[in-house]
């Protein structure tokens, strides 16, 4: 069976990237695996939110990092690019997503 095709507006993402990515979702998921054990065992509730507000930050260095890839490449290129009408729907898109992330 043939691989999907990627959408235009999607990026190559280094190797490096991808796999340092990857290293750091795995992590948050045994974190979040962790304050489920924690709850079924009944663990302290300032513990359980202590770990809650750990993962919450790891996830928020996930979008970071991944943002600024965004930016680096997909943003970069369509600035290079010259395509006012693709600036611009990067730049709205960018706009959008940081809304959305300080809600």
Known sequence: MA???KP???MARTTAHKTDT????GRLEGQV???ARMVDEDRYCIDIVT???AARAALRKVEEEIL???VAHCVEHAIA???KSD?????????????????
């Open 33 to 35: 695996r962790g304050i």
């Open 68 to 70: 600024r890839e965004h």
């Open 81 to 83: 690019s010259g395509d």
């Open 87 to 103: 600036q611009r729907r990067k730049v709205a898109e960018l706009m959008d997503v940081m809304g959305r992330a300080g809600r």
């Open 51 to 53: 770990q809650i507000a």
């Open 8 to 10: 235009a507006h999607t």
């Open 22 to 25: 990857l290293k750091r979702l």
């Open 3 to 5: 691989k999907p095709s």
